[in-house]
T-cell receptor, first 114, second 111 residues
Framework: GENVEQHPSTLSVQEGDSAVIKCTYS??????FPWYKQELGKRPQLIID?????GEKKDQRIAVTLNKTAKHFSLHITETQPEDSAVYFC?????????????FGKGTLLTVNP | GAGVSQSPRYKVAKRGQDVALRCDPI?????LFWYQQALGQGPEFLTY????????KSGLPSDRFFAERPEGSVSTLKIQRTQQEDSAVYLC?????????FGPGTRLTVL
């Protein structure tokens, strides 16, 4: 089955700096890669996603890049703000077949210091 | 509109008790997922429904775990004879396309 590795497990940055979180996946058939943000005690919320036919996607201060050959994808947050502090999870999914389950990484605790 | 809701939000059970966790998906969402999230970990897949059909239950840790969605809407995850290792947050998610919308979870503590 799919295995997703996520690094780093914790990341501390100063407000205004950039933050990068990296993930690798094992199943070359995976073709959908969402990123979720989870604040303490809250539900995971989708912040950006990318499909395997696209190499990069941006949404304001957030961008995701995908390297299918190397089977890794990254989340980039620019101009970080204290409200970006949360746990971020990457995930992968193989949309072929009848199951659309997500396989998650272990998460990255991002702390943005004012 | 209303998102995914789950009840109860918190459940404390004595070891050996049975528990039932409820999920109300977003109306019209065909797909429903259950995940287990241990402290400090990412969600792990338990089971998947498409309408009322349980298409994948490969993530259920043991035969003490059972899920149903009889009318293709509300789903219940039942855990029999709870053990301490069952303590976790149980998340429900629903979807109609790619994006999965998560509920707030039920935090289960087994004493």
């Amino acid at each position: 089955g799919e295995n997703v590795e996520q690094h780093p497990s914790t990341l501390s940055v100063q407000e205004g700096d950039s933050a990068v979180i990296k993930c690798t996946y094992s199943d070359s058939a995976s073709n959908y890669f969402p990123w979720y943000k989870q604040e303490l005690g809250k539900r995971p919320q989708l912040i950006i996603d990318i499909r395997s036919n696209v190499g990069e996607k941006k949404d304001q201060r957030i961008a995701v890049t995908l390297n299918k050959t190397a089977k890794h994808f990254s989340l980039h947050i620019t101009e970080t703000q204290p409200e970006d502090s949360a746990v971020y999870f990457c995930a992968a999914r193989n949309s072929g077949g009848s199951n659309y389950k997500l396989t998650f990484g272990k998460g990255t605790l991002l702390t943005v210091n004012p | 509109g209303a998102g995914v809701s789950q009840s109860p939000r918190y459940k404390v059970a004595k070891r050996g008790q049975d528990v039932a966790l409820r999920c109300d998906p977003i109306s019209g969402h065909v797909s429903l997922f259950w995940y287990q999230q241990a402290l400090g970990q990412g969600p792990e897949f338990l089971t998947y429904f498409q309408n009322e059909a349980q298409l994948d239950k490969s993530g259920l840790p043991s035969d003490r775990f059972f899920a149903e969605r009889p009318e293709g809407s509300v789903s219940t995850l039942k855990i029999q004879r709870t053990q301490q290792e069952d303590s976790a947050v149980y998340l429900c998610a629903s979807s109609v396309t790619r994006e999965q919308f998560f509920g707030p979870g039920t935090r289960l503590t087994v004493l």
